[in-house]
């Protein structure tokens, strides 16, 4: 690319996460600029319609949505993250939008107070069930890393922090998502894709959310235990 980019990103943002992965696949020289989404800049008001991150400004122009900007990074640079045949790629794109909306979940789970914490559990451990038998492994689609396999270590990465606080059994610990998510995990564009104190952020994060989740975190922090109502797996 001609012009350097500047990702304006937030530390914990999911979506930010799915754009670096792109942009450090693709060898793409860029800046990356942090702010409070709590408290945005005037500038970045200005230039973001929606109001959201991640924003990518090539110079005078500006791109927002994560999807989008993934997107035109795969067009514009060499080599390509999804499959070449029409139908694999609407098939990767349709579970990147799976991808989203599991996100979603995981902001219904870890928002959810005792009394809705089970349901909340159960529907996200059903997504992660529901794409095990799409994985063709090591990777989504084999052995080549793609778009969809960033995306969902945004998602994996949420869960490498709730295993510190409780065994939610989300997923078969031995089954094709864990070995997927082992191989995504591992690879170096994911791993670095968050800064490096993600995890303390996340907590401290979750902590404030006066959640079941948040509970847990206190009780364990104290040695207490919190018991919850489960459904058999």
């Given at each position: 690319?001609?012009?350097?980019p500047?990702?304006?990103s937030?530390?914990?943002?999911?979506?930010?996460?799915?754009?670096?992965?792109?942009?450090?696949?693709?060898?793409?020289?860029h800046?990356?600029?942090y702010?409070?989404?709590?408290?945005?800049?005037?500038?970045?008001?200005?230039?973001?319609?929606?109001?959201?991150?991640?924003?990518?400004?090539?110079g005078?122009?500006v791109l927002?949505?994560s999807q989008?900007?993934?997107?035109?990074?795969?067009?514009v640079?060499?080599?390509?993250?999804?499959?070449?045949d029409?139908?694999?790629?609407?098939?990767?794109?349709?579970?990147?939008e799976?991808?989203?909306?599991?996100?979603?979940a995981?902001?219904?789970?870890?928002r959810?107070?005792?009394?809705?914490?089970?349901?909340a559990?159960?529907?996200?451990?059903?997504?992660?069930?529901?794409?095990?038998?799409?994985?063709s492994?090591p990777?989504f689609?084999?052995a080549?890393?793609?778009?969809?396999?960033?995306?969902?270590?945004?998602i994996?990465?949420?869960?490498?922090?709730?295993?510190?606080?409780?065994d939610?059994?989300?997923?078969?610990?031995?089954g094709?998502?864990?070995?997927?998510r082992?191989a995504?995990?591992?690879?170096?564009?994911?791993?670095?894709?968050?800064?490096?104190?993600?995890?303390?952020?996340?907590?401290?994060?979750?902590?404030?959310?006066?959640?079941?989740?948040?509970?847990?975190i206190?009780?364990?922090?104290?040695?207490?235990r919190?018991?919850?109502?489960?459904?058999?797996?």
């Open positions: 690319m001609k012009t350097k500047t990702l304006i937030h530390h914990l943002c999911p979506y930010v996460q799915r754009a670096v992965i792109v942009l450090t696949e693709k060898g793409v020289d800046e990356r600029v702010i409070d989404l709590a408290d945005k800049p005037a500038w970045f008001t200005q230039i973001s319609p929606l109001g959201r991150v991640p924003v990518l400004t090539v005078r122009d927002f949505e989008v900007i993934a997107e035109y990074l795969e067009e640079t060499e080599g390509s993250l999804h499959p070449a029409a139908l694999a790629k609407a098939r990767h794109r349709s579970w990147i799976f991808g989203s909306e599991t996100l979603k995981i902001g219904t789970f870890y959810a107070n005792a009394a809705e914490f089970e349901t559990r159960a529907a996200l451990a059903d997504r992660f069930n529901r794409i095990g038998g799409e994985i492994g990777y689609s084999g080549e890393f793609r778009m969809i396999d960033g995306v969902w270590g945004t994996f990465r949420y869960l490498d922090v709730f295993d510190t606080i409780e939610f059994r989300l997923h078969e610990p031995n094709p998502v864990a070995e997927w082992s995504v995990m591992a690879r170096p564009s994911v791993m670095n894709a968050a800064p490096g104190d993600y995890s303390r952020r996340l907590r401290q994060f979750l902590l404030a959310r006066n959640s079941h989740i948040s509970t847990l206190r009780d364990r922090a104290t040695g207490k919190t018991a919850v109502t489960r459904v058999s797996s």
